[in-house]
Every structure is written in C-alpha cells, then in structure tokens.
T-cell receptor, first 107, second 114 residues
C-alpha cells in the first residue's frame, strides 16, 4: 500500500529562520505529490503540487525520486506560516495523506 | 462559486446509533471524496464517488458507507457507532479537468460519539 510519512509532528522555528518540512513517500508507479495547508480555523487547502514547479507564499518543494522525498522548504519563515501542513500523494486513483506536521513560527 | 458545503457541522451521538453526513460539492465537480481526520492518524481516505459510483475505497469497516446522487451531492453513513469513530469527517470535491487531482475541502463535520 502507498504510504506518506511525515516524521515530525511539530516543528518550531523563529521568524526569519529557514524551515523544512519533511515528507517521504513509498514508491509505486509515478505518484503526483502535493502539499496541503490548514491555517487556524480555516479549511484544508492546496499549497502546491510538484508538477507545477511553482513557489507559493515563498514555499517550494522538490521531488527527489531517488530518495522518494518531497520536502517543503522556505528560506525565511513568517509568523503567518504557522499552520498544519500535510503532504499527500495521488497514485492509482487514490489520495494518500501523511499524518501532518504542525509548524509553529515564533516571533 | 460556493465552496464545498458539509452539514451538519457538529454531531453528538451515542454508541450503537447511526449517523448520516452530507456533502455538497462545488458546482460542476463530479468527484467527491470522504476522509476521517484524527489528531493521531491525520487524514485517512474513506471512499470516493464519481458519477454516482464508488470509484475507490479505503480500509474502513463496512459500517462506513456512502452514496452519491445525480446532482453530485454525497452522503456518508456510519452505522453502529463506536467511540473510536469520534473524528472530524472531511469531504472534498475535484474538478473534471486536468486539475482533477486537486481536492477542495469542506469545513468538515465533527462527530462525537459518547
């Protein structure tokens, strides 16, 4: 079965520090990878997807097929980045979500 | 466009009862997926419906079932509720385009089983 692993439940950084949220997926076929974000009292929403190769709110994520990873990065964290982040894969017509990482950006 | 709408927002039930949750997708979206969200497990996929047919199913017991109507609205039913069924149930719809793999989520229905 497909598996998406986010090893950190909680990540705390100071404002202005770099941040990296880790995500590893079990390889099977050619999954499509996503990062979803849930801000406090808001709905879960798409942050970015790997095929778009775009930067959203300063975040980027590179798909590393060799390491089966899709880590989310931002060079300078902002307080408004504090949220719950979920990595997800789409493969064989199913979505698989990780257990989520709570990012806390301290002032 | 209105977003994905889930009703009710909150539910309190007792063990052994059954419950039905409703989801109205974004207009034009034909795919509806259901997820169970808990603090420890994150999001777990329940099932997906497309054009009134269950297209995919996760690893949940048969007590969890769903259906989709011709207007793409979907319902999820849980019978013989257990304490462990307490969770936030999320519904998501996807557009019928090249972006069909993007999920648009509702606010969820929080189910508490006492």
């Amino acid at each position: 079965a497909q598996r998406v692993t986010q090893p950190e439940k909680l990540l705390s950084v100071f404002k202005g520090a770099p941040v990296e949220l880790k995500c590893n997926y079990s390889y099977s076929g050619s999954p499509e990878l996503f990062w979803y974000v849930q801000y406090s009292r808001q709905r879960l929403q798409l942050l970015l997807r790997h095929i778009s190769r775009e930067s959203i709110k300063g975040f980027t994520a590179d798909l590393n097929k060799g390491e089966t990873s899709f880590h989310l990065k931002k060079p300078f964290a902002q307080e408004e980045d504090s949220a719950m982040y979920y990595c997800a894969s789409y493969n064989f017509n199913k979505f698989y979500f990780g257990s989520g990482t709570k990012l806390n950006v301290k002032p | 466009k209105a977003g994905v709408t889930q009703t009710p927002r909150y539910l309190i039930k007792t063990r052994g009862q059954q419950v039905t949750l409703s989801c109205s997708p974004i207009s034009g979206h034909r795919s509806v997926s259901w997820y169970q969200q808990t603090p420890g497990q994150g999001l777990q996929f329940l099932f997906e419906y497309f054009s009134e047919t269950q297209r995919n199913k996760g690893n949940f017991p048969g007590r969890f079932s769903g259906r989709q109507f011709s207007n793409s609205r979907s319902e999820m039913n849980v019978s013989t509720l257990e304490l462990g069924d307490s969770a936030l149930y999320l519904c998501a719809s996807s557009p019928p385009t090249s972006f069909q793999n993007i999920q648009y989520f509702g606010a969820g229905t929080r189910l508490s089983v006492l």
